[in-house]
Structure formats: structure tokens, C-alpha cells
């Protein structure tokens, strides 16, 4: 049925977003990069003490921001609480790109950058990602001026490239009209941050999540930090509650307990060095990552591996089409013991 109102031209445009949504709650989940422990038990006990009267009210997020703010080393009017990520940077879009305005990204890195910026109507500005700093075309594309806003994930996902601080401030120093966007959400993992630079540079903006190292991801939490005039503005795109109550229980707990997130930050890197080197061991090609995830090549046989190890209960993310060719596939690190699981099926199959 064709509506009275015409679609707008930029979604109609968008192709559709489709990852594998449905059906891995059963599945060894080493897709999406998750935490491969779950969440911490103190997270849980705090949800079910989750009383009528917060289920039932609008949820208050004020004394949350300030333990955040707290938590994270800034003041609570240089903090924004968002529905994810994701919300964070539909926030970002809404308040600095036009239709018609450029967005930069280097790809291939996280779907939502292009999701968002398209939604808005913007142009997209996308080079390819290099391990090697610096990328000519990125930064003469800051120098131009010819985005409003950079979208950098560091580390990048799918690739797992890390960059250094000197490497930032140069991007930075570069975008003297850009708002340079650091998402740094598998910081726990790279331990780089810039979130120290935010009242020094007035185009700094750095997004942080608790769906990684928190194992919050079902509930949907996010940060922006960023100065505290720019955040009064951005607050004005924000609904009242992007933040539920549960979620905001939820964090609370999850901050607090530090010896959870210590467990997954430990279990994950050794996850990553025993994968590292079994990948070694198999002769399977494979990148350096700043991540809890490692990006590896099986060339024409990605697309079958995949599939036989689905069929075993495990779950990879095939990434080859962001890479225009059969081969790329991501892996999220799981525990040691997950880990080994993983590399037995694998190795069974090569
Ligand atoms: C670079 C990057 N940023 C953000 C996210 C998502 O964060 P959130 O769950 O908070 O929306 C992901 C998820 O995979 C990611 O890879």
C-alpha cells in the first residue's frame, strides 16, 4: 500500500541493516563481541531487587551520572548517559550533521557510523583503513574540512588496530572543523583512552559502553564524554529517558564491582594470546588486536568454516563483505576453556 507521505529520500536510499539478530542465547556466541563470562552476579542481584516503585516510575538518572562521572574521572556536566552506543551516536549525528554534510569513517569498522550518518542524510566520506598510520586520504580529508563529523573506534573493530595517543593528537591537530568521535568501546582491553583530553580540545568527543567489559549489552548502555558546553547541547537531542531503570540499577552494581571487570579484562587477554597462537599453530592468518576479538583470514574457505562450526554451536562473525572478498571473519575471545573448544573444532575442520 503506497502511503499518503512520501519516505524520505535518505532512508529510502539506505540499504537494509541486517546482522544475525535471532537464536544465539544456546550458541557458544563468539560473534558479537560480548563478555564470554556474562555479566557480574552483583549486577543480578542488584536487578532483583529492583523495586514496584522504580519499575513503575519514569526512570531518575541523576544520582547514577554522578557515581559515573565519578567512576570515570569527570564532572557529571561532562557526562551524557546514552541507550548504548548506538544512541550516542544518533545523538551525535542529530546535533552536528545536515543532509548533505559530510561524515568520515574508515572502513571497514563499526556498521552504526554508516547507519546513522545515512539515516541523516549525510555524505559519507569513507577511505580504507591501513595498519600503518598515518592515512593520507583520512587526514587530508580533515584538513579539507570536508566533514563535520570522524567517527574513529579505537580500537577499530572489525580490524583490531590500535592507534598510539601521539597518533590521536595528530588526527585532532588535523580537524580544525571536525568533531572527532573516539569510541573507545573495548577500551578495557587496549587501555588507551583520551578521555583526560576532553576539556583541552573543543572537537573531542569519546564514547564508552557498558555492553563489553560490563557485560551489559541486553540492557543497553552507553556514555558520552565530552565538554560541558557541547553536552549541554547534545543533551537537548536526547529524549528525557534514553536510560531504563534497569539499566541504570544495573550500572550501578556493575561499577562497583571492580574484581568482575578485572576477572574479564584477565580472562580475555589470555583468551587472546591462546587464540593468537593456536591461530599461529593452525597456519590460519590473522591481525594484531587492541580488542577482545581477533580478525582472521581463512581465504576461500571462510564462508564453509563458518557455517560447519554454526553447526557445532559456535558462532563467528563472517565479515568478508566489508572487505569485498571471501576470506575475512572476526572471532570474539572467550574464556580460555572457550578458547580451546573453538580451536579443537577448528583444527578438526582444517
Ligand atoms: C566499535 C564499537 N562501538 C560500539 C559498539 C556497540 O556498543 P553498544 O552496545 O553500547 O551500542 C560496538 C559493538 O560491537 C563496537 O564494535
Redesign the pocket.
Same mark, same amino acid.
Given at each position: 500500500m503506497k502511503p499518503p507521505v512520501p519516505i524520505r529520500a535518505a532512508v529510502e536510499k539506505m540499504r537494509a541493516y541486517n546482522p544475525p539478530l535471532e537464536g544465539r542465547t544456546k550458541k557458544l556466541r563468539l560473534d558479537?563481541?560480548e563478555n564470554p563470562i556474562g555479566c557480574s552476579p552483583k549486577v543480578r542481584q542488584a536487578l532483583a531487587k529492583l523495586t514496584s516503585a522504580e519499575i513503575c516510575s519514569y526512570p531518575e538518572q541523576e544520582t547514577v551520572r554522578r557515581q559515573m562521572a565519578r567512576h570515570f574521572g569527570v564532572r557529571p556536566d561532562e557526562l551524557l548517559l546514552t541507550n548504548?552506543? =548506538?544512541?550516542?551516536l544518533h545523538v551525535i549525528v542529530s546535533t552536528f550533521v545536515e543532509p548533505g554534510d559530510g561524515v568520515l569513517l574508515v572502513e571497514p569498522?563499526?556498521a552504526?557510523y554508516r547507519f546513522y550518518a545515512e539515516l541523516a542524510g549525510a555524505r559519507i566520506c569513507a577511505p580504507r583503513y591501513t595498519a600503518e598510520f598515518p592515512w593520507a586520504e583520512a587526514l587530508r580529508l580533515l584538513a579539507s574540512g570536508a566533514a563535520r563529523v570522524f567517527f574513529l573506534?579505537n580500537p577499530?573493530?572489525p580490524t583490531g588496530n590500535l592507534l598510539a595517543l601521539p597518533e590521536i593528537r595528530r588526527i585532532l591537530g588535523s580537524a580544525k572543523q571536525t568533531m572527532v568521535v573516539i =569510541?573507545e568501546?573495548?577500551f578495557e582491553f587496549s587501555g588507551v583512552t583520551v578521555i583526560p583530553w576532553i576539556r583541552r580540545h573543543a572537537n573531542l568527543i569519546v564514547?564508552r559502553?557498558?555492553?563489553?567489559t560490563a557485560g551489559l549489552?541486553g540492557l543497553?548502555?552507553?556514555c558520552i564524554f565530552v565538554n560541558r558546553e557541547l553536552a549541554a547541547s547534545m543533551r537537548k537531542s536526547q529524549s528525557p529517558y534514553p536510560v531504563n531503570a534497569a539499566a541504570l540499577v544495573a550500572a550501578e552494581a556493575a561499577m562497583r564491582d571492580r574484581a568482575f571487570i578485572a576477572r574479564t579484562v584477565r580472562e580475555v587477554k589470555a583468551g587472546r594470546q591462546q587464540l593468537e597462537r593456536g591461530l599461529a599453530r593452525l597456519g590460519v592468518r590473522h591481525f594484531p588486536s587492541g580488542g577482545n576479538f581477533v580478525l582472521v583470514y581463512f581465504a576461500d574457505r571462510a564462508k564453509k568454516i563458518v557455517a560447519a562450526l554454526d553447526r557445532k554451536g559456535i558462532l563467528l562473525r563472517d565479515r568478508s563483505s566489508d572487505f569485498g572478498g571471501e576470506g575475512y571473519v572476526r572471532i570474539t575471545v572467550g574464556t580460555p576453556a572457550q578458547t580451546s573448544r573453538l580451536l579443537r573444532e577448528l583444527e578438526a575442520l582444517l
Open positions: 558479537f563481541n548504548g552506543t =548506538d544512541e550516542a569498522t563499526y552504526m573506534p577499530n573493530s =569510541d568501546a573495548y564514547t559502553t557498558f555492553s563489553k549489552a543497553r548502555l552507553g
